[in-house]
């Protein structure tokens, strides 16, 4: 079946030491999405892919960065996690928008929950 | 500014009862409407969604969602309430010429036995 996966799913790390989630996608989809999740909240943008076009929301931390190697792959790096960034992170894809250009539906990754130490 | 309500924080039914979760809107022009689910510790799953066309939508699991342009609302229903049912629901927009989901901030759903 076409799907998103994300690994790990459970990432522990210390305060301070960088760490890499990864999301992977057989669904074919132009469109890449990083989200944040804190607690049963509403998901939060963190950035996402037009095939390699990269786009930042504005209130995302310079902490944070995104590499997208290829179709499939996309990676999410936090360079000095902060006890703050303990959260559960989601990937998501879709295709591209619509004439109308709003967002197609977005099929979203099992998630990595996030520990900082 | 383009904002999703969800009223209700937690919506408890009795199973096999109706459920509804409300949704409404403020987005200027004719938004795509979502709603997504989510388990415990999981990512969010697609249910279903309104683009244009009929005002009911159906979707996966036997929900069910009535689109109301003149009260912009867009409310998840379901006939007969299952314990599985149990999640916290995401009604999500997206603007015309927007690249990302605009989501409410989810509700609740306890169905007991």
């Known amino acids: 079946d076409a799907m998103v996966i994300q690994n790990p799913r459970y990432q522990v790390t210390q305060f301070g030491k960088p760490v890499t989630l990864s999301c992977s996608q057989t669904?074919?989809?132009?469109?890449m999405y990083w989200y944040q999740q804190k607690s049963s909240q509403a998901p939060k943008l963190l950035f996402h892919?037009?095939?390699?076009?990269?786009?930042n929301e504005a209130d995302t931390p310079d902490n944070f960065q995104s590499r997208r190697p290829n179709t499939s792959f996309c990676f999410l790096d936090i360079r000095s996690p902060g006890l703050g960034d303990a959260a559960m992170y989601l990937c998501?894809?879709?295709?591209?928008?619509?004439?109308?250009?709003?967002?197609?539906?977005?099929?979203f990754g099992p998630g990595t929950r996030l520990t900082v130490l | 500014a383009q904002s999703v309500a969800q009223p209700e924080d937690q919506v408890n039914v009795a199973e096999g009862n109706p459920l509804t979760v409300k949704c409404t809107y403020s987005?200027?022009?004719?938004?795509?409407l979502f709603w997504y689910v989510q388990y415990p510790n999981r990512g969010l799953q697609f249910l279903l969604k309104?683009?244009?066309?009929?005002?009911l939508v159906k979707g996966s699991y036997g929900f069910e969602a009535e689109f109301n342009k003149s009260q912009t609302s867009f409310h998840l229903k379901k006939p007969s309430a299952l314990v599985s049912d149990s999640a916290l629901y995401f009604c999500?927009?997206?603007?015309?010429?927007?690249?990302?989901?605009?989501f409410g901030k989810g509700t609740t759903l306890s169905v007991s036995s």
């Open positions: 999500a927009v997206s603007p015309p010429g927007g690249t990302a989901l605009i």
């Open positions: 987005v200027s022009g004719n938004p795509y």
């Open positions: 309104y683009i244009t066309g009929d005002n």
């Open positions: 892919y037009y095939d390699k076009d990269f786009n």
């Open positions: 998501a894809t879709s295709r591209l928008p619509s004439d109308s250009g709003s967002t197609d539906t977005q099929y």
């Open positions: 669904l074919n989809h132009n469109v």
